[in-house]
């Protein structure tokens, strides 16, 4: 069956606890290897951790990019879930050296700078001006654009809405 796949937004909804704080709760449809839709439900934080609305949204936004992925016309996406989903899929997979290098280089470097832009909005040569401004050295930025490239080459071979290769 071809049924035309939906951008969701899910649904955030405070939830009363009786022996313990308030939580954030997210409801959302997953689709499973079937082909059939179910509801699933995940607990963001309590009340103390995000105490607005705004907050847990804040919060949710990496998760609902992430259970988005697979819509082509949906939202556009960002870097910074692309990279969650590099993370989760690639790092495993490496040894643990090479694991926390990638994380440092990722958290310290790429998401801040390149987090909150739309994977379309990258472009090659900002990328370049601004390894070349960073004060580091050149091994060190060789080695930042080849985990960007890396990061991009795991968003094309998952198919995801990458027009533009780093590299």
Not at 80 to 91: F, N, R, W
Not at 118 to 131: A, S, Y
């Amino acid at each position: 069956m071809n049924t035309r796949h939906r951008y969701q937004y899910g649904s955030l909804t405070r939830r009363k606890r009786i022996q313990t704080e308030d939580v954030w709760q997210f409801r959302y449809y997953e689709t499973t290897p079937e082909g059939q839709r179910c509801r699933r439900s995940k607990i963001i934080g309590t009340l103390g951790q995000y105490p607005t609305r705004a907050d847990a949204l804040r919060i949710l936004e990496r998760f609902r990019l992430r259970l988005n992925l697979q819509h082509r016309f949906g939202r556009p996406l960002m870097l910074d879930a692309l990279t969650d989903h590099y993370v989760e899929k690639e790092l495993p997979q490496l040894r643990y050296a090479t694991q926390q290098a990638h994380l440092s280089t990722l958290n310290r470097w790429i998401r801040p700078r390149w987090g909150a832009s739309l994977l379309d909005e990258v472009r090659p040569m900002e990328v370049e001006q601004w390894l070349r401004s960073l004060p580091l050295a050149p091994k060190t930025k060789v080695n930042m654009r080849s985990l960007f490239h890396l990061v991009y080459q795991h968003g094309r071979r998952w198919e995801r809405s990458c027009r533009v290769a780093m590299g």
